[in-house]
């Protein structure tokens, strides 16, 4: 999952955003459809959009190296809003879209967002062939007709200060979450459908004022839709995805509550692609020190233990000020995993003011 | 010692608390009449302002359209796809009820940052705007004009008043289009885009303007009424030197006394300062606040005419601003200072015991006289030379400053040799005293004659420049709009079927074809018409060629607007450049009054042929005019043409006189509070006189002249020296409405106007000028005839 739930931000004014819980996403979800139990999944009809849901999202994190070794993060995300539970139609706007794009080094941390309407081509998602797009910036398959659309892309993206152009190959299958995709939010029972391709390697270029530079890696791909994720009473998120050195994957989420405990779910994904869904409490997930950002106290330091993995491991910010200056605001970027286990990955925090 | 010298000095005020009013009211007045422009211009200034800043035009490029065509909207998404940060808008007016407002359609979701007060970052979430809700914001004042309109109206002061900002849907949806007038371009773009000259050739970026349009189109108006607000400042200053002046003579004796008792000659001077100086405050303080309403009471007629003239929307109410309030009571200190300087001045250098006689006053005022007839000489001469060698707006009103003030010094002197020509010609005792008591009383009375004088010129003067140009405004109304219906479509397709419909219905379809460009770094309108009676028949030239229609309609020759003929100095034969690579013969120049802008007229199928592009959707209809409604009518209806885009002559013709006559009634209510600050002028003058000239006629009162005589007389003279003023206030008012016809309307409109005269509104104002002055006579007339016999004795009693 993740923050992704932004996407209904726009839909807000500040002040309403802050009434309804973060980003407006406890809000309630009048004519659009719900996740439902028992639902299957189709391919590749579901890379595409789903305009009777609220809320939506095509969402890329890498982890890089250049050839010295040094490290980068980075990040392609297209939002879906809906203001009204119907496919798009010229400009009335029905259907909007937003799109967030950052790179994440050690000290330096660039990012950039886009908007636009649905229903006049500026932005938008075509399953089969599958492309996702807003201006300029692009999400497009590289796989063969028939082929899984997902399996192999091309992305690219375009802010002031920076740029780049990657290409992604899975090497192993999509990884449903939660029950068959439906992924549970909270006790009392909010949820979206949730599925991710974790297993890209990526080749590629940025660009940064300091110049070019060659990076490769790993990348994982989420895709999230609802209409009512989060309970009116939860005030953010801690999310993150990881890909161990051993080839094994965790996706792990903390929802954050005024009234009651934290609520956590995970996914482990083994090397094979096969994935384990693991309910409220089986992960831990617990801040460590915070640090200073953007005028406010965000923990860059977390200690993760899923007893049934024998995990337990502590993963530190590259950058501790990996913050997305963006409409709403959010911490976003790369961490690296120490512990039982070694690796990399991306972590995301909302709502903490 | 300083308190009790400064509490006598204070007590002349109590004893004539006449003289104090007459003080602080003339300032407040001047103070007033000043700060009213100047709120008035504040006001409109912010106005402009706002709307230049509206969508951050003035911090924003723009990409447009070469030939002023609208955009489609996926030239739009196009142009995004390419990486371009750009963000469409859509203008236009609409009529909604009563008023008429202008549109703007934006893009909520691509606007740039500077764009506020929408979008993302602004006070309103995209989602108001957009799905159903419809969001639209509007200025205050003009919510409260649509509230019966079935529009989700916000209100924001953010945006200019008669404006409305909404979504591009709901624009659209409102204007009844689909396409775009130009598109905003993000201060700051990627880098490595394809150039826009590559992927959008037909456009083109148009730098942003800090200014706006308006603020330079309005800018002459605006000197216009400060020309006048600081006329009316100099005439009620005119009063406050004359009262102050007054005061220190009547206090020599005071000051006399002081000095004779010890008090240094600087703390006396000192002590007057501080009274000058709180006496300012106070009419200061006053002058702001009746600026205040006399601004609120002007700025309606002044709103409503800058939209008439210039299409601009400035609020009909007034705000409180500091910049015109402490310019208010700055320019009272300045002005109390600058009257009471002389005074001070005289007074340093007088000897100590100075007798302190009125004769002696006047006779130094007439020694003085001789040095003010030669500044007033002097300055004639430079606006002689000025008018000369001409130049600018400023020069304009320089010439005019000059020549009013020229004009008043010299009123005096012109005064004392009319009336000693009169005491030739007196036949008796009674009638000899009678000239040289009115000589006499000509140094006390001068700065008011020369007030009510320099009103009675503005009267005249703006009086002859404003008939001049209505007689001309109607004459050339009537050229000009010959066509008897002017009708626009939306769009090509209805065009054409307007064209088909009406070529049965009238005498004559006339295409109107116009595109801007560029001249001189201006922009121009240029026109392409087609040969016709209506051109040839009542077009209004004020050169020609010969066969000058013959040679447009063979496409061999142009003719411009007099505002482009004198801005770039052309003549008659020039070759003008009107685009690159085409040049045109200039074959004729017409008036275009009212229009800011330069025009060029080419021939019809010369222009579409050089700008395939232009949009052919505006006609001009010619149909018998009896016809006329009908076949409006029957657009209408028949072809289902919205009744906004049908003009019909008549209208025409009303709204714009409609608008000149308000453009003028700012300048009329100028023109007569001016006119009233004088009168109170000399109602001052003369009651502060009427004490002082006890002496001079209680003789001829123990001669036996009654006292009903002696009052009439007195009505008599005033009345006497007003129709002298009159007399000289006629020519130096129709040289003032020459200046203003032929230099500052050239200067400030690039029109000039033939000057008629209007002996009728003469004699108007001599009615005028002699009831002002027999109404400030009354008082002191009517005291003079109560006066006790045992005051006139006294006379003798004191007589020193």
Redesign the interface.
């Known amino acids: 999952m993740s923050v992704r739930f932004l996407a209904l931000l726009?839909?807000?004014?500040?002040t309403?955003a802050l009434a309804q819980g973060f980003a407006g996403l406890g809000t309630k979800s009048e004519g659009f459809s719900v996740p439902e139990p028992g639902h299957t999944l189709v391919f590749p009809d579901d890379h595409g959009p789903h305009p009777d849901f609220r809320i939506e999202w095509w969402y890329l994190t890498a982890n890089l190296n250049d050839g010295n070794g040094t490290d980068y993060g980075l990040q392609w995300t297209l939002f879906r809003s809906a203001?009204?539970p119907k496919a798009d139609n010229?400009?009335?706007?029905?259907q909007?879209w937003m799109a967030h794009a950052a790179v994440t080094t050690a000290n330096r941390h660039f990012s950039t967002e886009r908007?636009?309407?649905g229903g006049?081509?500026?932005a938008g998602v075509a399953a089969n062939p599958f492309s996702a797009?807003i201006?300029?910036w692009h999400m497009t398959s590289r796989s063969a007709a028939g082929e899984d659309q997902l399996a192999a892309l091309h992305v690219t993206a375009?802010?002031?200060d920076f740029?780049y152009d990657i290409k992604l190959t899975a090497s192993g299958p999509l990884v449903l979450h939660g029950e068959s995709g439906l992924s549970v939010k909270s006790a009392s029972g909010q949820a979206s459908y949730y599925y991710s391709q974790p297993f890209y390697t990526v080749t590629g270029k940025i660009n940064l004022p300091s110049g070019q530079v060659e990076v490769s890696g790993q990348a994982w791909l989420d895709r999230e839709w609802s209409s009512q994720p989060l309970d009116p009473d939860q005030t953010g998120w801690d999310w993150l995805s990881m890909h161990f050195d051993d080839g094994s994957k965790l996706m792990g989420f903390r929802l954050r509550s005024r009234s009651a405990e934290t609520y956590t779910s995970a996914t482990w994904i083994d090397p094979a692609g096969k994935a384990t869904a693991y309910g409220d409490g089986a992960l831990r997930m617990v801040p460590g020190p915070t640090q200073r950002v953007a005028d406010r106290e965000v923990p860059t330091v977390w200690r993760l233990q899923l007893a049934e993995r024998d995990l337990d491991i502590t993963i530190e910010a590259l950058n501790t000020q990996s913050w997305m200056e963006t409409?709403v605001p959010y911490w976003e970027g790369p961490v690296i995993a120490d512990g039982s286990h070694r690796g990399r990955g991306y972590l995301e925090m909302t709502g903490y003011q | 010692m300083t308190g009790a010298g400064f509490a006598a000095l204070l007590s002349h005020w109590r004893y004539r608390p006449l003289q104090l009013a007459t003080l602080i009211v003339g300032l407040a007045l001047a103070t007033g009449l000043w700060t009213g422009v100047q709120a008035i211009n504040s006001e409109a200034r912010s106005s402009y302002a706002r709307a230049a800043a509206a969508l951050g035009q003035d911090t924003l490029e723009r990409l447009q359209s070469k030939v002023g065509r609208p955009i489609a909207a996926d030239r739009f998404v196009a142009l995004r796809r390419a990486g371009w940060l750009v963000s469409p808008v859509v203008e236009g007016t609409l009529r909604l009820g009563r008023i008429r407002v202008r549109v703007m359609g934006i893009d909520v979701f691509t606007l740039p940052q500077r764009a506020t007060p929408i979008g993302p970052s602004g006070n309103a979430g995209i989602a108001d705007f957009v799905a159903g809700d419809d969001l639209v914001l509007v200025h205050p004042e003009t919510a409260a004009a649509l509230v019966d309109r079935d529009l989700n109206l916000r209100t924001s002061l953010q945006v200019a008043p008669g404006s409305l900002v909404a979504d591009i849907s709901s624009a659209w949806a409102l204007l009844k289009r689909q396409d775009f007038d130009y598109l905003m371009v993000a201060p700051n773009q990627p880098d490595g885009l394809a150039p826009l000259s590559e992927i959008a050739p037909d456009l083109k970026r148009v730098a942003p303007d800090p200014q706006g349009d308006i603020a330079r189109l309005t800018d002459s108006f605006h000197l216009n009424l400060t020309a006048f607000g600081f006329l009316s400042f100099a005439v009620g200053l005119f009063i406050v030197h004359a009262t102050i002046g007054l005061a220190f003579e009547q206090r020599r004796t005071v000051i006399r006394t002081l000095r004779a008792l010890g008090m240094p000659n600087r703390t006396v001077i000192l002590l007057l300062l501080a009274e000058t100086v709180f006496l300012a405050l106070i009419a200061g303080l006053l002058g702001v606040v009746l600026g205040y309403f006399i601004a609120a009471l002007l700025l309606p007629d002044v709103a409503a005419t800058l939209a008439g003239l210039y299409g601009t929307s400035v609020p009909g109410s007034l705000a409180l601003r500091p910049d015109w309030i402490l310019t208010g009571i700055a320019i009272a200190f300045g002005g109390a200072l600058l009257a009471v300087g002389q005074g001070l001045w005289r007074m340093a250098r007088m000897p100590l015991l100075a007798p302190a006689q009125p004769r002696a006053w006047a006779m130094a005022s007439l020694k003085n006289s001789r040095w003010t007839a030669l500044a007033a000489a002097a300055l004639l001469l430079t606006s002689l030379a000025m008018a000369w060698l001409g130049g600018s707006l400023l020069t304009g009103f320089l010439i005019l400053g000059t020549l009013l003030l020229g004009a008043a010094l010299l009123l005096p002197t012109l005064l004392i040799l009319a009336l000693r020509l009169g005491a030739r010609m007196a036949r008796s005792a009674m009638a000899e005293w009678v000239w040289a008591d009115m000589r006499q009383q000509v140094p006390g009375l001068s700065l008011a004659l020369m007030a009510l004088m320099l009103a009675l010129a503005a009267n005249i003067g703006v009086g002859t420049m404003v008939e001049s140009f209505r007689n001309t405004f109607t004459g050339w109304l009537d050229q000009r709009l010959a066509s008897e219906l002017y009708v626009s479509a939306n769009s090509e397709a209805q065009a054409e079927d307007l064209r088909a419909f009406l070529s049965e219905r009238a005498d004559a379809v006339l295409p109107i074809r116009t595109t801007e460009v560029e001249i001189g770094g201006l922009p121009v309108f240029l026109y392409g018409i087609a040969d016709h009676a209506t051109y040839r028949n009542h077009w209004p030239l004020l050169e020609r060629t010969e066969n000058v229609w013959d040679r447009v309609a063979d496409g061999d020759g142009a003719l411009i607007n007099e505002q482009l003929f004198r801005r770039g100095g052309y003549r008659r034969g020039d070759r003008l450049p009107v685009a690159p690579g085409w040049t045109e013969e200039i074959v004729g120049v017409y008036s275009d009054y009212g229009n800011p802008t330069g025009q060029v007229i080419v021939n019809h199928d010369k222009l579409m042929g050089y700008f395939p592009d232009i949009p052919k959707l505006r006609h001009a209809v010619r149909v018998p005019p009896e016809e006329a409604s009908a076949v409006a009518e029957a657009l209408v209806e028949e072809l289902g043409l919205s009744p906004d885009n049908i003009l019909n002559q008549a209208d025409a013709k009303r709204f714009s006189l409609t608008v000149f006559d308000r453009t003028f009634l700012v300048t009329g209510a100028l023109n007569t509070l001016t006119l009233g600050i004088a009168g109170f002028a000399i109602l001052a003058n003369l009651l502060t006189l009427s004490t002082m000239r006890l002496s001079q006629i209680a003789p001829v009162w123990a001669v036996g002249t009654t006292r009903a005589s002696l009052a009439r007389l007195e009505m008599l003279r005033t009345l006497a020296l007003a129709v002298l003023t009159w007399l000289v206030a006629l020519p130096v008012g129709l040289l003032l409405a020459w200046v203003l016809l032929a230099i500052v309307n050239v200067e400030a409109f690039g029109w000039r106007l033939p000057m008629f005269v209007f002996p009728m509104d003469w004699l108007r104002l001599l009615a005028l000028a002699m009831i002002a002055a027999g109404l400030a006579a009354a008082i002191p007339v009517w005291r003079l005839a109560r006066t006790r016999p045992a005051s006139f004795l006294k006379v003798f009693v004191h007589e020193r």
Request: glycine letters at 14%.
């Open positions: 726009i839909v807000m004014t500040a309403g203001l009204l010229g400009w009335s706007a029905s909007t908007f636009s309407r006049i081509g500026q797009w201006d300029d375009r802010g002031l740029s409409l």
